[in-house]
């Protein structure tokens, strides 16, 4: 059996049934693997340990022993490089491993979301869409039509000239003048006749208009 067979759990070539392997499984694989070397590089960093003390103790007592400490050190050494080398290439697929499931789930859950899209647009169609929006602004422009017809006033009745107010308001006026005239006493009314136009005397014409002036300088 390969390697790559006994590290994603496959079976010999007489089994009839091949296991699928998923990104899951992989991934999970990758770290038990991961774990395995870990240990073993644990293992071997204590081995140049025990080397090294070896090779301190014996350095000048006894050169050939401290000499194949060394050799042995040096070994170990290079076997740790490749685990760690093989470390570095695990975590490499591992992560590649999580992001390809992780765009698996993304391009899934939009699979899905662009099937809810289809479904609904299935049951709509361009030309009601646009049947909806004709009623829709019709009703919006009956509406302002509506409020129109309330807001405006001009139906209740044809405009009054400001003239013609304001030449009433002064005959008014000039009636309550007249009243407080009468009112207060001794002072005549105005005659409704032009004095020029009078065929009385001079004298009496004379008083008329003193009168008149009177009348005048009271009321101003």
Do not use: C
């Not at 960093?45 to 400490?69: F, P, S």
């Not at 590649?96 to 662009?114: H, I, P, Q």
């Amino acid at each position: 059996m390969s390697f790559l067979g006994r590290l994603f759990g496959g079976k010999s070539d007489g089994a009839k049934q091949e296991q699928k392997v998923t990104t899951t499984l992989a991934i999970q694989k990758l770290r038990d693997t991961e774990e395995m070397l870990l240990k073993k590089q644990e293992h071997l960093e204590g081995l140049i340990k025990e080397q090294e003390t070896i090779i301190r103790a014996n350095g000048t007592k006894n050169k050939k022993i401290a000499l194949a400490a060394l050799k042995r050190k040096k070994r170990i050494e290079k076997q740790l490089e490749t685990v760690e080398g093989t470390l570095t290439t695990l975590e490499n697929q591992k992560d590649a491993l999580e992001n390809v499931n992780t765009n698996v789930e993304v391009l899934k859950n939009m699979g899905m979301a662009a099937k809810a899209l289809k479904t609904v647009h299935s049951n709509m169609d361009t030309d009601k869409v646009e049947d909806l929006m004709d009623e829709v602004r019709e009703q919006q422009q009956i509406a302002e039509e509506i409020v129109h017809v309330i807001t405006d006033h001009s139906g209740y009745g044809q405009q009054i000239d400001e003239d013609d107010l304001l030449k009433e308001l002064a005959e008014m006026e000039q009636e309550e003048l007249d009243r407080q005239l009468l009112d207060a006493g001794g002072l005549p009314v105005a005659p409704q006749t032009d004095p020029r136009g009078a065929t009385s005397s001079s004298s009496k014409s004379k008083d008329l208009d003193d009168e008149l002036e009177a009348l005048k300088q009271w009321a101003s």
